[in-house]
C-alpha cells in the first residue's frame, strides 16, 4: 500500500477560513450546534431559576441567531418553554378559555394531545366541522356502522325495549308523513 503524504495534503479549513462559513448570519441549528460545541461548559445554573440540571440555551427575542453568546441566555427546560411562550407550559395554569369558559370540573378534558381543553369549545367546534362538511361525516357514519353492525344492531333493540310508546309514535308520525307527501292516497 502506498503511503500518504501528510505534508502535500491540504489544511483542514475550519471557522472563518471555510468557504461556507456565514459569520453572524447562521441558522437555528449552526447556532445550536455552535452553542453546544463551544459553550456548553458555560451552562451551570438557569438564569430564571434557581435549577441545575436539564439547561438550555435560548436565543433573546429581541435578538437574531448570532455566534455571540451575549444573545442567548441559560435556562431550564420549564423556564425555557415559558420563555418561548410553549403552549404546553403556558396552558397549565390558565383558568378560563380564549373564548371565557372556565377550565374546571365538567369543562375540562385531556384532549388528544396532552392538554387541557375546553369541551364546551370543542363541541362547538365539532358542530361547526359537521356542518361545513355534511359529506364527509355522512360517509365516516356509515363505514362505522358497516365496521360495527353487531354494536348498531344492539343499541337499536335497547333503544327500541327502553322506548316503545316513543318509538311507536315516531313511527305513526313518519307513516302520516308519507301518506301526506304522497297526496293522502293509501296503499
Known amino acids: 500500500m502506498k503511503e500518504i503524504n501528510r505534508r502535500n495534503k ?12 456565514t459569520g453572524d448570519n447562521v441558522s437555528y441549528a449552526a447556532a445550536h450546534l455552535w452553542l453546544a460545541k463551544y459553550h456548553s461548559d458555560k451552562k451551570e445554573q438557569c438564569e430564571h431559576c434557581p435549577a441545575t440540571d436539564r439547561l438550555e440555551f435560548a436565543k433573546q427575542h429581541d435578538r437574531k441567531y448570532t455566534r455571540n453568546i451575549e444573545d442567548y441566555l441559560i435556562l431550564c427546560r420549564v423556564c425555557h418553554a415559558k420563555y418561548d411562550g410553549n403552549f404546553t407550559a403556558i396552558n397549565s395554569s390558565k383558568t378560563h378559555c380564549p373564548k371565557g369558559h372556565l377550565l374546571a370540573g365538567d369543562n375540562l378534558f385531556q384532549s388528544v394531545l396532552p392538554r387541557r381543553a375546553c369541551r364546551r369549545c370543542a363541541a362547538e367546534q365539532a358542530t361547526r366541522y359537521a ?29 327500541y325495549y327502553k322506548n316503545k310508546e316513543k318509538y311507536a309514535e315516531n313511527q305513526r308520525r313518519r307513516r302520516a308523513a308519507a301518506r301526506s307527501s304522497r297526496g293522502g292516497q293509501s296503499c
Not at 491540504?10 to 462559513?21: D, K, S
Not at 356542518?131 to 335497547?158: C, F, T
Open 10 to 21: 491540504p489544511p483542514i479549513m475550519r471557522g472563518e477560513a471555510h468557504p461556507a462559513w
Open 131 to 159: 356542518l361545513e362538511h355534511e359529506d364527509k361525516v355522512a360517509k365516516a357514519k356509515r363505514e362505522w356502522k358497516e365496521r360495527n353492525r353487531e354494536a348498531v344492531r344492539k343499541s337499536g333493540r335497547e333503544y
